[in-house]
């Protein structure tokens, strides 16, 4: 059945008991952000550590409220990308963007990036789901940007 | 009056083919959507193909004989739509839908008072239409996005005040401070008819009192109302009616503006080109009367083609019928949800003044989710805020799950959707 390929277990898992959820301090950058169709939203903090260029995220962390879907995305999200470089958060993301497009696109994707990320390979094939499960990653992407130029010298073109 | 007859669900099924198709890995359709959007019979769909097949033209400009017959379905189009609001034709606009009908409004407001403060004339009576820092709008805490936001804009460019009248607990509104929110300086009363959200029908009239008190204008959001009861747009105290076709079981693409013909002759245009005009040179344009000043460019003739086919077929269900049918369907949704433990509707509970559209919660699940797991069980209802964010605010819930009732739906509907919502509960393991 569909619905079991999309609400796998271990996605049930994260929803029922996430990680990185809850705010922590420090932190170099914080958005929020909000699906407009359905109200859910999210905060989310990013900090960064080490010389530019060779960035590691050092925390991700969030506060959020919304569906199963999106609530276990952001911690997959956490724990995808938390201690990684910053350039493997960013590919790992980018591997996250081509799952949601696997419904309609031939896509090759590199699994051990993705970890249990790959299990929301079944919510691709809703399409009206795709958001829920890309809030947290463009949170991320959005955070994790901020802070990069944040970490750039005032005055440095 | 006479007795409300029921409604024959199984012989107007068969007028909606789409009612006949499988979802989702071959489950029967159950579309409890139609707050959302109604499905179309055939006689809408037919309507409208034999315009295209037979009568095709741009109307109002031309004289061959497709231009003169296109013309004249067009407005015998205006002539069945009109009658079945109990107005008259020449107070009928045809917008694109229900929210441009609004925006029409609204900016016949913005537009006036930049006009004013240009020292540019208005059409007689325009006057009303000018606002200054200062002055007030009252909408309601309820209303649809739709109903809301075109406000809220005219507001931050005009200086003009908005305010609100506020939900009680139970989901109606709270009328307690009609007197002091409805006052001298109140421009225009705007507020829906009936909830798209909770379903609550408003005492359109008691409001509408208030408003003509202190000579504001009053509008009213009809969408939810004019579909689903009878509505004679005389009886209700206002100066503009705004519903949309597409929710009436006509074709997208097409709304309605009814106004009193003074309010409507009082009003600057507001989308302006070819049609809207009387006369034009380089130097200036005069504007042609209403319901034309509203409708510049070729309109959307076969939508309202389409839509007078609707009003026939509703008329022929009858609206005190269709009324009773769908008040009996949502007594059983009513009572039938709050069955399922932990299952909280968002909105009144008693079947009172409300009328079929459905919001609820179910503990521990997202709406989201209950949706999805309806969806697999090939019920498809609305998920999310509903465009009636604030709502949600008032009633702390990020979403709800809304059932709507349509007249081509059963009482074997509202079984599956109840049945759907046990699965959902089991699906995500939520107990008792």
């Known amino acids: 059945m569909r619905l079991d390929q999309m609400y796998q277990e271990v996605i049930l ?25 359905c109200g859910d939203e999210i905060t989310l903090r990013v900090k960064l550590s080490g010389a530019a260029g060779s960035q590691v995220v050092e925390s991700v962390s969030f506060d959020s409220q919304g569906c199963s879907i999106s609530q276990a995305s952001a911690s997959v999200l956490h724990d995808q990308v938390e201690g990684v470089s910053l350039d493997q958060a960013f590919l790992t993301l980018d591997e996250f963007s081509s799952l949601m497009k696997s419904a309609t696109a031939e896509v090759t994707l590199d699994e051990e990036l993705l970890g249990d990320a790959i299990a929301f390979e079944g919510v691709a094939q809703y399409p009206a789901r795709i958001k829920c499960a890309l809030l947290a990653w463009m949170a991320f992407k959005d955070a994790a940007v901020q802070a990069t130029s944040a970490a750039q010298p005032a005055g440095d073109e | 009056m006479t007795e ?20 989702r890995g071959g489950r029967p359709l159950v579309y409890l959507d139609s707050g959302a959007t109604s499905q179309k019979p055939v006689q809408v769909l037919d309507a409208e193909r034999h315009f ?35 107005g008259q034709p020449e107070d009928l606009v045809f917008t694109k839908n229900a929210t441009e009908s609004l925006n029409l409004v609204t900016y016949s407001f913005l537009n006036a008072t930049l006009k004013a403060a240009r020292g540019l004339e208005l059409p007689e009576g325009g006057e009303h239409f000018v606002l200054e820092p200062g002055d007030e709008i009252v909408i309601t805490e309820i209303e649809h996005h739709a109903n809301l936001v075109p406000w809220q804009e005219l507001c931050s460019k005009t200086g003009a005040t908005l305010r609100w009248i506020p939900l009680t607990d139970d989901g109606r509104l709270n009328l307690s401070t009609l007197d002091t929110l409805i006052n001298e300086r109140t421009k225009c009363v705007s507020i829906v008819h009936q909830s ?82 009387r006369k034009v040179t380089m130097e200036g344009t005069t504007f042609a009367d209403p319901p034309q000043r509203f409708e510049a460019g070729v309109p959307m003739t076969a939508q309202a083609v389409g839509l007078a086919a609707a009003a ?54 997202h709406a989201h989710d209950v949706g999805q797991v309806l969806d697999d069980r090939g019920v498809a209802v609305r998920v999310g805020h509903h465009c009636a964010a604030p709502v949600c605010q008032r009633y702390g819930v990020t979403a709800t799950v809304r059932a709507s009732f349509g007249v081509y739906n059963g009482f074997d509907d509202v079984d599956s959707l109840v049945a759907a919502v046990k699965d959902a509960k089991q699906f995500f393991g939520v107990t008792d």
Not at chain 1, 17 to 26: D, R, Y
Not at chain 2, 199 to 215: M, P, Q, S, Y
Not at chain 2, 326 to 336: C, F, N, P, S, V
Request: proline share 6%; hydrophobic share 40%; glycine share 10%.
């Open chain 1, 13 to 37: 898992d994260h929803y029922k008991n996430p990680h990185g959820k809850g705010l922590v301090e420090p932190f170099d950058s914080q958005v929020h952000h909000v699906n407009p169709t």
């Open chain 2, 4 to 23: 409300p007859t029921p409604l024959d669900v199984d012989r107007i099924r068969k007028d909606f083919p789409i009612l006949s198709r499988t979802v």
């Open chain 2, 52 to 86: 295209y097949e037979h009568i095709n033209a741009a109307v109002h400009r031309g004289a061959h004989q497709l231009a003169e017959e296109a013309t004249d379905a067009y407005e015998s189009a205006r002539h069945t739509i009109s009658a079945f609001v109990g």
């Open chain 2, 196 to 277: 798209n959200i909770l379903g609550t029908i408003n005492d359109v009239v008691l409001i509408g009192e208030h408003a003509a008190r202190v000579k504001s204008l009053f509008v009213v959001d009809a969408c939810q109302s004019i579909p689903h009861m009878p509505v004679d747009v005389g009886t209700l105290g206002a100066d503009l009616v705004a519903w949309s076709g597409h929710k009436m079981l006509g074709p997208t693409g097409i709304g309605c503006l009814w106004g009193r013909s003074e309010v409507l002759a009082a009003m600057p245009p507001f989308i302006s080109g070819g049609s809207m005009i």
């Open chain 2, 312 to 365: 026939d077929y509703l008329t022929d269900l009858g609206m005190a019928n269709v009324a009773a049918h769908e008040h009996a369907l949502t007594g059983y949704a009513l009572d039938g949800l709050e069955s399922i433990p932990g299952v909280r509707i968002i909105g009144p509970r008693n079947n009172v003044e409300r009328g079929g559209a459905i919001s609820f919660v179910v503990d521990g699940i």
